[in-house]
């Protein structure tokens, strides 16, 4: 393997994901596209092999370039930047491929109801079979990224900082809806399992309309995570109550962006394909072992406010 391009690489979820690549990959040449040079410089502070490409997502041109010359590309900034993955895309066929290729194209699909990229996908499958192709999808990921710029996550964080504000836990409704949940480590497990899976003969259930890819170690409702927070919080002497009530979406939605969507909806599966496909078996944390953490990093963040500004 020799070239990669990566998109999204300061973001939570990219940054992660270039560290994983960095390592497991010695060998092989990473391009990161990033919006300046200041993101640049965190980039190549952190990982002085990468090669930053500076651009953002409507740099079309630069993108369908650099796609065009890379043997595998992760796209891990939006999965509903349509003009991006489309360049992608685009570059990806004008590659001449006599053999199936060792190219891949991984969306992250995060919290965006959106997908355009999905049917970008599927088109290129159509057009270009020679090019492999696999969709990743991510529930409540969790956990401190291990990237140069963003390590935090929103979903937990954002409802422990909610917590620690109101002085007792929060969730939307009832808080029986549950998502599934990942620790971000091994999300980027599976994502440089399938990388390293391009660069040989592989099972053709990986790729194309085949290669779906569910990514997740279990999970919770979000009644029992407001609850495990406002008990460990209170515990702690962070806030006045260990008890959790109900919200209305508006309310969510003023705490955190969409928070009626990530807080109060379901999203719940199983990562069988990934399981049997590829022998991955999540090694990280447990969303209860992380709730602490995550508790404590924001209370002591400056995030939140303090018990005696609640006072």
């Known amino acids: 393997m020799s070239r990669i391009l990566i998109t999204g690489v300061t973001g939570y979820i990219g940054g992660d994901v270039l560290y994983g690549i960095s390592q497991a990959l010695t060998s092989s040449s990473i391009v990161a596209l990033v919006r300046n040079e200041a993101r ?6 952190k990982f002085p092999s990468v090669t930053p490409l500076i651009g953002d997502l409507d740099s079309t041109a630069i993108i369908r370039q650099e796609a065009q010359e890379a043997d595998v590309v992760l796209n891990l900034a939006s999965s509903s930047h349509g003009a991006s993955a489309k360049a992608i895309a685009e570059g990806l066929a004008k590659t001449e491929r006599k053999s199936p290729g060792v190219s891949e194209v991984q969306d992250i699909i995060t919290t965006s109801p959106k997908r355009v990229v999905d049917h970008i996908l599927r088109d290129l499958n159509f057009s270009q079979p020679n090019i492999r192709t696999a969709t990743v999808y991510g529930p409540l990921i969790y956990g401190q990224g291990r990237g140069p710029v963003n390590k935090r996550s929103i979903q937990l964080p954002d409802l ?10 929060v969730h939307v409704g009832r808080g029986l809806n549950a998502w599934s949940n990942i620790h971000i480590t091994d999300l980027t497990r599976l994502i440089v399992a399938l990388v390293l899976e391009a660069s040989r003969p592989s099972n053709p259930q990986l790729w194309n309309a085949n290669g779906v890819f569910f990514a997740e170690s279990g999970r919770m409702s979000f009644g029992d995570i407001s609850k495990r927070i406002s008990v460990f919080a209170h515990s702690k002497g ?8 109900d919200i209305d979406a508006e309310t969510a939605d003023s705490l955190t ?11 719940q599966y199983q990562a069988i394909r990934a399981r049997e ?19 404590l990093v924001e209370a002591t963040s400056g995030r939140s406010k303090s018990l005696e500004k609640l006072a």
Not at 160 to 169: D, E, F, V
Not at 238 to 245: A, D, F, N, T, W
Not at 277 to 295: D, F, V
């Open 160 to 169: 422990a900082k909610a917590t620690l504000n109101y002085g007792h836990g």
């Open 238 to 245: 962070l806030i006045r109550s260990p008890e959790s009530v």
């Open 40 to 45: 640049a410089a965190a980039v190549t502070e």
């Open 257 to 267: 962006p969409h928070g009626s969507v990530l807080w109060g909806t379901n999203v």
């Open 277 to 295: 496909l590829l022998g991955w078996c999540p090694q990280g944390p447990s969303l209860e072992e992380e709730i602490p953490r995550a508790t």
